[in-house]
């Protein structure tokens, strides 16, 4: 019955060259397609998942797979104007923003830090701004389960 809200981001870097994503840009590595910088909150995150979903216009990130205490992807990359979705796979999983652009619409799911969301339900968001975006599960952050997606 509860929908559940977002994630939020972390758009730490408050210097315009960070690289805005899109093709290749400046201020990379060059390896990976020009991979985002992701913040050192993400250094403990659980799982290695990535995925590069720009050019679509939905994609999923799925909430405690198999009850494991993770999102996946933990990495997520998306063009402006992506809608987000969230499924729970399992229970006692929330979504809060640890971090987003200014601008930034991800207000996390409904209810204080440890309210939960039940498995089954969905959360849905449309990510406009561009720029990092960080977010945890409230009852699990210490355990890792942490995610990020880079809006480009």
Known sequence: MATVGAFAGCS??????????????????????????????????????????????????????DGNFVYDPVHLRVDSGTT???????????????SQPDGGSL?????????????????SVTLETTGVYTYYCGPHQGTGMKGGISVE
């Open 107 to 123: 207000d996390g799911t409904e209810g204080g830090e440890m309210d939960t969301v039940d498995q089954g339900e969905t959360y």
């Open 12 to 65: 730490t870097e408050t210097s315009g060259d960070g690289g805005d994503g899109g093709d290749g840009g400046d201020g990379g590595d060059g390896a990976s397609e020009g991979t985002p910088s992701w913040p050192s909150y993400l250094d403990d995150a659980q799982g290695d998942t990535s995925q590069d979903a720009r050019g679509e216009s939905e994609v999923t990130v799925a909430v405690g797979p």
């Open 84 to 98: 987000v979705n969230f499924e729970f796979e399992s229970p006692t999983h929330n979504v809060k923003p640890e």
